[in-house]
């Protein structure tokens, strides 16, 4: 059964540090773009940062450019997002999504790990 599972979430003082894992079974991780996204309450869903299948090519959110970074290990099936320099504002449900990179329409989600930021 196709699984992407993210751990690390929790809560941490403005201007700390978080480590966001997630991963994945059940389907070859390597021929999927990777993707973290966010939902604070009342908010639409985001796209924070995503990441290709080789982990050459990565992009990201304005609003977290110089703070969060991606990286991904096929061998091991993981992908995870750094954040640095948290903010009361990245407080939101994070969740690992992944897409393959032909079909576009074969998508997966993780459950998402919350994320607290205390001001």
């Known amino acids: 059964q196709e699984q992407l599972v993210e751990s690390g979430g929790g809560l941490v003082q403005s201007g700390g540090s978080l480590r966001l894992s997630c991963t994945a079974s059940g389907f070859v991780f390597s021929v999927y773009d990777m993707r973290w996204y966010r939902q604070a309450p009342g908010k639409e869903r985001e796209l924070v940062a995503s990441?290709?299948?080789?982990?050459?090519?990565?992009n990201y959110a304005e609003s977290v450019k110089g703070r969060f970074t991606i990286s991904r290990d096929n061998a091991k099936k993981t992908v995870t997002l750094q954040m640095n320099s948290l903010k009361s504002e990245d407080t939101a449900v994070y969740y690992c999504s992944g897409q393959h990179f032909v079909y576009s329409d074969v998508t997966y989600w993780g459950r998402g790990t919350q994320v607290t930021v205390s001001s």
């Open positions: 990441i290709n299948t080789a982990g050459n090519s990565t």
